[in-house]
C-alpha cells in the first residue's frame, strides 16, 4: 500500500503531466474556434443555418494541415477574451482586429487580412463624408474595433448619440429603418452587404482607420500558436490561401 506521502507526490505529477498536455493546445486533436456567427463574409449563417465565410474555409484548412477537427463556437462577441481565457475555446478566429490592448490579453499570429473600419449610410443619403455625422445618431458592434476607432476620431464629440449593438446585422437594420445616420462598420463587412444589396448602401469618402485581422491564442500557449502559424504559412506557399480568397472577395487579399 501507498503512503500518504506517495500519493501526493503521484497526484501532483498528474497535475503536471496534465497541464502540460493542455498547454500544447487543442483537446484530443481538436480545435474549438469561437467566432461572431453574424460577421459576413468572415463567419455567419447561411440561408440553410450553415456557418460559412472565408474564415470558415480558412480555418479549417489550416485545421487541416495541424491533423486536428475543428468545431465553430458561437460566442458573444463582447465577451471573447474571457471565452479565450476560460478554456471554452482555443482560438478567436472571425476577423478579429489585433490592437495593442487585445495583445496584452492574447497572443496574435501574423496579420492575415488587412481592413479598415468605414461609416455605411443609406444609399440616399446626403452623407458623403465624415464631418457630415456632427449632431446624428451612429451605431456599432459593442466592444469591436469599430468602436475604438470612433473613440479615437474627432468626429466622436461631434455626433449626437453612438447606439451600440450585439451584431453588426442588428445595427444595419436600424440604419435601413431610418432611426441611424451610420454604422461604424468593418470595410470587408460593409462592402459584402453593398454587394447583395447594391441599392441599399454607400460609404462615406472618408475610413476611420486602417487595421489587420489576426488569429488569437491564449497567453502561455506559444505552442499552439506555432503550430497554428506554420499552418497558415504553408497554406500561402501552396496557393490555399489565394484560392480561398478569390472565392470570397474575387481577388487574393491574405498578406504574406
Do not use: H
Not at 485545421?63 to 474571457?82: C, H, L, N, R, Y
Amino acid at each position: 500500500m501507498k503512503s500518504r506521502t506517495q500519493w501526493v507526490l503521484f497526484l501532483v505529477v498528474m497535475m503536471v503531466v496534465l497541464a502540460g498536455c493542455s498547454s500544447s493546445g487543442s483537446k484530443d486533436g481538436k480545435l474549438v474556434i469561437g467566432i461572431d456567427d453574424k460577421f459576413a463574409p468572415m463567419g455567419f449563417r447561411d440561408d440553410k443555418n450553415e456557418i460559412v465565410g472565408f474564415d470558415i474555409d480558412y480555418a479549417r484548412a489550416a485545421a487541416e494541415k495541424m491533423g486536428k477537427e475543428v468545431t465553430f463556437q458561437p460566442i458573444d462577441w463582447s465577451a471573447k477574451e474571457s471565452e479565450l481565457n476560460s478554456g471554452r475555446i482555443d482560438m478567436i478566429w472571425n476577423g478579429y482586429t489585433i490592437t495593442d490592448e487585445r495583445k496584452e490579453k492574447v497572443l496574435f499570429t501574423k496579420p492575415y487580412l488587412e481592413n479598415s473600419q468605414v461609416v455605411v449610410v443609406p444609399a440616399n443619403s446626403d452623407l458623403s463624408k465624415l464631418a457630415d455625422l456632427a449632431g446624428k445618431e451612429v451605431g456599432l458592434q459593442s466592444l469591436s474595433s469599430a468602436a475604438d476607432a470612433l473613440e479615437a476620431s474627432p468626429i466622436k464629440s461631434a455626433v449626437a448619440k453612438v447606439s451600440e449593438f450585439p451584431d453588426n446585422v442588428l445595427a444595419l437594420t436600424d440604419l435601413k429603418t431610418g432611426r441611424l445616420a451610420g454604422v461604424v462598420i468593418d470595410e470587408v463587412v460593409a462592402k459584402y452587404y453593398m454587394s447583395i444589396e447594391p441599392d441599399t448602401y454607400k460609404l462615406l469618402d472618408e475610413s476611420l482607420a486602417p487595421e489587420q485581422y489576426g488569429i488569437g491564442i491564449k497567453k502561455g500557449n506559444e505552442a499552439l500558436l506555432d503550430e497554428l502559424q506554420k499552418a497558415l504559412d504553408e497554406l500561402n506557399s501552396d496557393g490555399t490561401a489565394a484560392e480561398i480568397s478569390t472565392k470570397w472577395f474575387g481577388e487574393n487579399k491574405v498578406l504574406n
